[in-house]
């Protein structure tokens, strides 16, 4: 009986392991269709009265396995690696040359929907300094 019971608990602990979560498939080049800056819509594609509409310029390549293009508002193209976290849940651009300002040479952004082919969410998860401080929320759409 007791050899019963430590079989049980053996086949219930082997069956309550976490699903190991596939990686995202983002690898391509995207731009933004929509931007918002502390919540406030600065940037639509296709809109001339944008308040920002440098974003036109924004580009993040992925299609590298590990290395990234970031191409930001300013129109600063900035090189480096990109990983996921392992739950998927974040984009972590890290050892970006030459570094944004405060920011050691990493970028993270939340992803706040899971990806599609045609569409990606993300939130930084910090304050931009490059647009005063902001935390930005970015719709990005394939190039």
């Known amino acids: ?23 995202a498939d983002i690898g391509r080049i995207w731009k ?11 940037f639509t594609e296709g809109n001339t009265g944008s308040a920002k509409p440098g974003y036109a310029r924004f580009r ?29 849940n ?5 050892n970006l040359s030459p570094p944004p300002t405060g920011s050691a040479g990493n970028i993270e952004f939340y992803i706040t929907d899971k990806p ?9 998860t910090n304050e931009s300094r490059k647009t005063g401080n902001t935390v930005n929320e970015y719709e990005l759409v394939p190039e």
């Not at 974040?90 to 890290?94: G, H, N, Q, T």
């Open 116 to 124: 599609t082919q045609e569409r990606l969410l993300l939130k930084r």
């Open 32 to 42: 933004a269709t929509s931007v918002k800056e502390n919540g406030v819509v600065v």
């Open 90 to 94: 974040r984009l972590i651009l890290e």
């Open 60 to 88: 993040l390549d992925l299609t590298s396995k590990e290395q990234v293009r970031f191409t930001d508002v300013d129109g600063r193209t900035l090189s480096g690696q990109w990983s996921l976290s392992p739950d998927n």
């Open 1 to 23: 009986m007791k050899k019963n019971l430590y079989l049980i608990a053996l086949l219930l602990l082997a069956a309550c392991q976490p699903k190991k979560v596939e990686p």
